[in-house]
C-alpha cells in the first residue's frame, strides 16, 4: 500500500529560525514529490515538485531534498517568519493525478 | 496558474439534508478533481469531473451520495446528499491546467459541519 509519512506531526520554533521537515514515503512506481502550504482555512498552495532525476530545488527560503534510492524528502524552511506557519503536506504521484498519496501534514507554529 | 473559487465558503447543515458546493475556475483546465479533508486526516480523492459526461468515483464513494456536474471546462459542482455528521470535513475543488506539466492547484476548500 502506498504511504506517505511525515515528522513531526505538530513543531514550534522562534522567528528567525531554521527548520527541515520530514517525507518518508513507499510509494511505487515514483513519478513527482511535491510539498504544500496550507494556511488554515485555505486550500494547499504548491511550493515545490521534484522528479526522480531532481535532488534540490527552491522556492525563496523554502528548499526541498530528494533522496529517492532512500525514498525520503525533507522541507528546509529559511529565516521562519511568522506567515509561515501553517501545515505543510508532503505529496507523491505514482503517474497521473488519480495516483497521487498525500502526508498528513506537520503543522509549524512560528512564534515572535 | 489558476485561480479558483468555491462557494459557499462553509456551512452548517442539518442532519439528511442535501449541499451543493460549486467550484469556479478563472481558466480553462484540462481537469478537475474534488477532495474530501477530514479533521485530522490527509486529503483523499472523491472523484474526476469529467466534462459532459460521469464523474469517475474513487473506491468507497459513490454518484448517489456525491453527484457531480462539469457542464464545461471551467465549472464543477460537488454535492453531499442526505448528510450525516460523519460528513462533516473541508470539501476542496482541485485543477490541473491546460499545458501545465504537474501543476496541481486547489481551491480554498468549504469548510461543512454537519449537526
Known amino acids: 500500500k502506498n504511504q506517505v509519512e511525515q515528522s513531526p506531526q505538530s513543531l514550534i520554533i522562534l522567528e528567525g529560525k531554521n527548520c527541515t521537515l520530514q517525507c518518508n514515503y513507499t510509494v511505487s512506481p515514483f513519478s513527482n514529490l511535491r510539498w504544500y502550504k496550507q494556511d488554515t482555512g485555505r486550500g494547499p498552495v504548491s511550493l515545490t515538485i521534484m522528479t526522480f532525476s531532481e535532488n534540490t530545488k527552491s522556492n525563496g527560503r523554502y528548499t526541498a531534498t530528494l533522496d529517492a534510492d532512500t525514498k525520503q524528502s525533507s522541507l528546509h524552511i529559511t529565516a521562519s517568519q511568522l506567515s509561515d506557519s501553517a501545515s505543510y503536506i508532503c505529496v507523491v504521484s505514482s503517474g497521473g493525478y488519480q495516483k497521487v498519496t498525500f502526508g498528513i501534514g506537520t503543522k509549524l507554529q512560528v512564534i515572535p | 496558474s489558476a485561480v479558483i473559487s468555491q462557494k459557499p465558503s462553509r456551512d452548517i447543515c442539518q442532519r439528511g439534508t442535501s449541499l451543493t458546493i460549486q467550484c469556479q475556475v478563472d481558466s480553462q483546465v484540462t481537469m478537475m478533481f474534488w477532495y474530501r479533508q477530514q479533521p485530522g486526516q490527509s486529503l483523499t480523492l472523491i472523484a474526476t469531473?469529467?466534462?459532459?459526461?460521469?464523474?469517475?468515483?474513487e473506491s468507497g464513494f459513490v454518484i448517489d451520495k456525491f453527484p457531480i456536474s462539469r457542464p464545461n471546462l471551467t465549472f464543477s459542482t460537488l454535492t453531499v446528499s442526505n448528510m450525516s455528521p460523519e460528513d462533516s470535513s473541508i470539501y476542496l475543488c482541485?485543477?490541473?491546467?491546460?499545458?501545465?506539466?504537474?501543476?496541481?492547484?486547489f481551491g480554498p476548500g468549504t469548510r461543512l459541519t454537519v449537526l
Open positions: 469531473a469529467n466534462q459532459g459526461s460521469e464523474a469517475t468515483y
Open positions: 482541485s485543477v490541473v491546467p491546460a499545458g501545465s506539466a504537474d501543476e496541481q492547484f
